[in-house]
């Protein structure tokens, strides 16, 4: 009479083996399904800056950019473009990628007055002719550790620069540094406004983004630009005037949160690290050089008055001003405890370096 039992014991207990091990084998394949899925999932990388969605730099370096990192990372990464600082205002671009409020993005240096004051001595007058110059003169700096301490708080992808900012107006050709007395002019950053100031303009602080309605409004009677953004911010349907000078040469970077760097696998991380550096400072010089040329040369054909002085620092009438307001710079920057003239002259020998 005890058989029964103990057979129903064992039978239970044997089914349950049989339970426990075909569970065990589900919830295998459960982790590896689940294993894979995660393998798979997308990440999505918020990229914000100010050019307009249709200017050069947004459709021929951003998008192609964006879409190189989703087609290599088989697209588990995708970047978002968010244009015309429509995610983060042009002047905080670098603190919101700091904070994280966005994932990547794209800043003028010196839309932060103060924040990178060495960086902003590549701006100076006679150290770049070219945006590819540029670019490579200021991720040289960066990749040799002269200016990497100010941006210790991001991950930074690559430094670029726009070709020379010559000179704009509305009313008035400027042949001279005395011409420009009395004028408003806008400045892009601290370096631009002391040279601007030092030749008798009042120097106004202004994004790109506002230039259009600033001008057309008279707020300010010319600006200091670069070519390429003369007719990508459509400048030149107000200034018919141009004095063709090396006055300053913008930097500018793109960025990425530093925690979010961290967060991706090592793989990804890779491919971030291939589209970064030096190649990509120097595509987009190519790019912006390129399209300077063909802004000048719209401009001549649209019958604009231009005076063209290819060499200020060794002009008698402008070598002056730009070498009072180059000197006012540095002296401002040593003041703060920093090496500026130090950097100064690394610049000069990356500038060199550069130029060939």
């Given amino acids: ?3 029964a039992p ?3 014991i064992g039978a239970l207990a044997a089914m349950s083996l049989l339970g426990c091990s075909n569970q065990s084998d589900t919830a295998g394949d459960d982790t590896a399904a689940t294993t894979e899925t995660a393998s798979q999932e997308t990440t999505t990388l918020r990229f914000s800056h ?7 730099i947004s459709k021929e370096v951003f998008e192609p950019w964006a879409k190189k990192i989703e087609d290599e990372s088989g697209g588990r990464l995708k970047v978002e473009l968010y244009p015309s600082a429509t995610l983060s205002k042009a002047d905080v671009t670098y ?28 701006e100076l007058p006679g150290l770049s002719n070219s945006a590819t110059q540029m670019g490579c003169m200021m991720q040289t700096l960066y990749d040799d550790g002269t200016i990497a301490g100010e941006y210790e708080d991001s991950h930074v992808l690559f430094m670029y620069g726009v ?4 000179l704009h107006t509305t009313d008035k050709l400027i042949r001279t540094p005395s011409d420009m007395e009395g004028l408003r002019i806008r400045r892009p950053s601290a370096v631009a406004g002391d040279i601007i100031e030092s030749m ?5 602080g202004l994004p790109a983004n506002d230039m259009y309605t600033s001008l057309q409004r008279g707020v300010v009677d010319g600006l200091s630009f670069p070519w390429e953004a003369v007719t990508t911010f459509k400048i030149d349907e107000l200034t018919k005037y141009h004095t ?10 793109v960025t990425m949160n530093q925690d979010t760097y961290d967060g ?23 790019m912006f050089d390129k399209h300077d040329q063909v802004a000048i040369q719209a401009a001549r054909d649209n019958g604009d008055e231009m005076v063209d002085i290819p060499d200020p620092l060794n002009d008698p009438d402008w070598k002056g001003p730009l070498e009072a307001g180059t000197q006012k710079y540095l002296d401002d920057v040593n003041a703060l405890g920093l090496d500026a003239d130090g950097v100064y002259e690394k610049a000069k020998a990356a500038s060199a370096a550069c130029a060939t």
């Avoid at 100010?50 to 050069?56: D, H, Q």
């Avoid at 063709?244 to 970077?253: A, K």
Wanted: proline fraction near 6%; charged fraction near 15%; charge should be negative.
């Fill in 1 to 3: 009479m005890r058989l």
């Fill in 6 to 8: 103990l057979f129903s």
């Fill in 50 to 56: 100010f050019w307009p969605a249709t200017s050069n």
């Fill in 95 to 122: 603190e919101a990628a700091v904070k994280g409020t966005i994932d990547i993005g794209s800043q003028v240096q010196g839309y932060t007055a103060g924040r990178f004051p060495l960086t902003q001595i590549t």
């Fill in 163 to 166: 070709g020379p900012g010559a």
């Fill in 200 to 204: 008798g303009a009042s120097p106004v």
């Fill in 244 to 253: 063709n000078l090396p006055l300053y040469t913008s930097g500018l970077m």
């Fill in 264 to 286: 991706l696998s090592d793989d990804l991380k890779k491919i971030i690290d291939d589209n970064s550096g030096m190649a990509m400072a120097k595509e987009v010089g190519q």
